[in-house]
């Protein structure tokens, strides 16, 4: 399906409304459902001339269409059962219909990458293979990636040499496939943890923590104590916060905790708060900075900690999105 195609059954889907789109996807693969579920979403406005376009280019094709293999599965297994017998043409149809026997295998499609490979890696390599030629192309590649150097050989070189399965022995490996799928010990785990866990942990700790848990990272591995400060939203990050967040937030912060966290703050964040207040809120908050003596570093963080945390929970209820990842050094 060309990018004309996937988007106009996109709009399609959406004109006929969910319970009818629903019914719709059941009778699409993973890739399908990946696509115009990813266009769907996509999709913020549409004409209505455009919609009435597709609904009538929709319309022809369906008339269109005849009932001429609407179980055409059936109607192959009859002719063949007529013609070779039970016994060859049930090993015929094996070979030509093939799905009905791999509803296990076709299980797999739908799950990611890294889960397939973790539910099939300690099976024999030759029973990988099987599995893996009845998958896309690409998803396969992609599992093969998750092995190691040696069973990701052994395994391309029993997939090269592979010239066939038969019918009982696909039975056998698809009920075995379904007993591990529908195994409670091989529920996918939920996605918890990673790099962008640590950066908000990290977030509400104080400056010196925060360098110190750092460093021992980066002593351990370099490129994940870069991910985890890439994560990181830092006070001096509210720069770059759109104005109507930074309005947002300023509701939510007092006046002292304010004038606290902006005197560890750059000029930059400086006049990026005070353009987004009333100009008399503004002339205030200047007067008060400029009034407001010497204040402890760790107060000064204590408070952009806790804007910070006011920050989270907005983006959290999605009143405002963060925006670009934090590079500033801590103070």
């Given at each position: 399906?060309?990018?004309?195609?996937?988007?106009?059954?996109?709009?399609?889907?959406?004109?006929?409304?969910?319970?009818?789109?629903?019914?719709?996807?059941?009778?699409?693969?993973?890739?399908?459902?990946?696509?115009?579920?990813?266009?769907?979403?996509?999709?913020?406005?549409?004409?209505?001339?455009?919609?009435?376009?597709?609904?009538?280019?929709?319309?022809?094709?369906?008339?269109?269409?005849?009932?001429?293999?609407?179980?055409?599965?059936?109607?192959?297994?009859?002719?063949?059962?007529?013609?070779?017998?039970?016994?060859?043409?049930?090993?015929?149809?094996?070979?030509?219909?093939?799905?009905?026997?791999?509803?296990?295998?076709?299980?797999?499609?739908?799950?990611?990458?890294?889960?397939?490979?973790?539910?099939?890696?300690?099976?024999?390599?030759?029973?990988?293979?099987?599995?893996?030629?009845?998958l896309d192309r690409d998803q396969a590649s992609e599992i093969l990636g998750q092995f190691t150097e040696?069973?990701?050989?052994?395994?391309?070189?029993?997939?090269?040499?592979?010239?066939?399965?038969?019918?009982?022995?696909?039975?056998?490996?698809?009920?075995?496939?379904?007993?591990?799928?529908?195994?409670?010990?091989?529920?996918?785990?939920?996605?918890?943890?990673?790099?962008?866990?640590?950066?908000?942990?990290?977030?509400?700790?104080?400056?010196?923590?925060?360098?110190?848990?750092?460093?021992?990272?980066?002593?351990?591995?370099?490129?994940?104590?870069?991910?985890?400060?890439?994560?990181?939203?830092?006070?001096?990050?509210?720069?770059?916060?759109?104005?109507?967040?930074?309005?947002?937030?300023?509701?939510?912060?007092?006046?002292?905790?304010?004038?606290?966290?902006?005197?560890?703050?750059?000029?930059?964040?400086?006049?990026?708060?005070?353009?987004?207040?009333?100009?008399?809120?503004?002339?205030?908050?200047?007067?008060?900075?400029?009034?407001?003596?010497?204040?402890?570093?760790?107060?000064?963080?204590?408070?952009?900690?806790?804007?910070?945390?006011?920050?989270?929970?907005?983006?959290?209820?999605?009143?405002?999105?963060?925006?670009?990842?934090?590079?500033?050094?801590?103070?």
């Amino acid at each position: 399906m060309n990018e004309e195609g996937i988007e106009k059954s996109a709009i399609l889907l959406l004109a006929l409304g969910e319970e009818e789109a629903a019914e719709v996807f059941k009778y699409l693969g993973p890739k399908e459902v990946q696509k115009l579920g990813a266009a769907m979403a996509s999709l913020s406005t549409v004409n209505r001339e455009k919609v009435e376009k597709v609904l009538a280019e929709f319309r022809e094709k369906a008339e269109g269409q005849t009932a001429l293999g609407a179980d055409s599965a059936a109607y192959i297994k009859n002719v063949l059962t007529k013609a070779l017998g039970s016994d060859r043409a049930a090993s015929l149809l094996d070979r030509i219909l093939h799905g009905g026997d791999t509803a296990g295998i076709e299980s797999l499609k739908w799950m990611d990458a890294p889960a397939v490979a973790e539910l099939i890696k300690n099976e024999h390599p030759q029973i990988i293979a099987t599995i893996l030629v009845h998958l896309d192309r690409d998803q396969a590649s992609e599992i093969l990636g998750q092995f190691t150097e040696r069973l990701r050989n052994d395994v391309i070189l029993r997939i090269a040499t592979l010239d066939g399965i038969q019918p009982q022995a696909l039975r056998d490996l698809n009920d075995v496939l379904t007993r591990l799928i529908t195994s409670p010990n091989n529920i996918k785990k939920s996605a918890m943890g990673g790099s962008r866990v640590a950066a908000e942990i990290l977030n509400f700790m104080s400056g010196a923590v925060e360098t110190s848990v750092l460093a021992a990272v980066r002593d351990f591995d370099p490129e994940l104590a870069q991910k985890i400060q890439d994560e990181m939203f830092t006070f001096e990050n509210i720069l770059d916060l759109d104005d109507r967040a930074v309005q947002l937030l300023l509701r939510e912060v007092q006046s002292e905790s304010l004038i606290i966290a902006l005197k560890g703050a750059s000029p930059e964040l400086r006049e990026k708060i005070f353009k987004n207040m009333s100009q008399r809120a503004a002339e205030m908050l200047r007067d008060d900075l400029e009034a407001k003596g010497p204040v402890r570093v760790s107060e000064v963080e204590a408070e952009q900690k806790e804007i910070l945390k006011i920050v989270r929970r907005l983006a959290d209820e999605g009143q405002i999105v963060l925006g670009g990842k934090g590079e500033e050094a801590f103070i």
